[in-house]
């Protein structure tokens, strides 16, 4: 997505979906403690998305220790902390425009430095972010920053674009020197996401999924399938978490449809995604705008 290309309003509309992510990001963070359970946590971001005038771009995602990304908490799989590293993924949106910021807390204390090395890589990326800057220097910012702390950036997930109710699009921002000679232009506006392990640096999905979008519209038989899709599709192709439809429907009639709409073709899934080696992960983003001879941090308050 490019800034130039959109309206005032539009424009209102993205600016104003970073800045209640932001505040999400912060409120959540410090819900982030022992002894408290990770659905009580996702559920009161998710509200405060809500409270403050947006509304959800994706469900709120908390994944601990060796869990990279996309475990959301269901009612029947609902982790309490303990001393884990936690990673809070982020997004809201304002009539489609997305903003999408991560942190990580780290409940052991025993793993503050790994927790910095995404984090200073996200801060060196943004400094060298102008028109011009090629996607292959800001993966070489962030792996030689990451590595510089001992540890290895995790190279099959990436930053991204971000378009209309689309949370992932080109460019892939990468977290490594991928050699992509990709230009960024003046008004771009990407996603810059940090990941570092004490692992291998590849994440492989797991099983169990969570998070879900529809995808793909197809014509649906079955009754109890037909009236959870209904349900489904006021997210707007949006990811979703499942303990959303939980709320609303048992969770026997929910676990069907997702069946049967992933049978059909007609939803995505995104189950968690585990470092290989079993490396801890920490990550970092910021919304980020292509703006003069700098990088504008859309979502500034993390």
């Known amino acids: 997505m490019n800034i130039n290309e959109l309206s005032k309003e539009d424009v209102d509309d993205l600016r104003k979906a970073c800045k209640i992510a932001s505040q999400a990001l912060e409120y959540g963070k410090k819900l982030i403690k022992k002894d408290v359970f990770l659905l009580d946590i996702a559920e009161s971001v998710d509200k405060k998305i809500i409270n403050l005038g947006g509304e959800i771009a994706f469900p709120s995602q908390l994944s601990m220790d060796d869990l990279a990304a996309h475990f959301c908490p269901t009612k029947n799989n609902n982790p309490v902390l303990e001393n884990q590293v936690v990673k809070l993924d982020v997004g809201a949106h304002i009539n489609g425009f997305i903003g999408d910021n991560a942190c ?50 995790v190279r099959n997930l990436s930053g991204h674009g971000l378009g209309k109710f689309q949370v992932h699009t080109s460019p892939t921002i990468p977290n490594y020197d991928n050699q992509d000679s990709t230009r960024l ?52 192709g949006l990811p979703f ?59 500034e308050n993390i």
Not at 245 to 253: C, N, R, V, Y
Not at 266 to 272: A, C, F, K, L, N
């Open 104 to 153: 990580t807390v780290d409940l052991s204390k025993e793993n503050q430095e790994l927790v910095k090395a995404s984090r200073d890589a996200l801060n060196n990326a943004i400094k060298i972010i102008k028109p011009g800057t090629t996607l292959s220097e800001i993966g070489k910012v962030i792996q030689e920053t990451i590595m510089g702390h001992g540890f290895a950036p």
């Open 185 to 236: 232009k003046q008004g771009d506006v990407f996603a810059i996401e940090p990941f570092a392990t004490n692992g291998e640096g590849i994440v492989i999905e797991t099983s169990n999924p969570n998070v879900f979008a529809l995808t793909n519209k197809k014509p649906v038989r079955d009754m109890t399938t037909r009236i959870v899709l209904k349900e489904i599709e006021k997210y707007n």
């Open 241 to 299: 978490a499942k303990s959303w439809l939980e709320k609303k429907f048992p969770s026997f009639k929910v676990n069907f449809a997702l069946k049967q709409l992933a049978n059909i073709g007609m939803i995505t899934e995104y189950p968690p995604l585990a470092e290989r080696g079993k490396g801890i992960v920490s990550q970092a983003e910021h919304t980020i705008l292509v703006e003069g001879k700098k990088a504008a941090v859309l979502t």
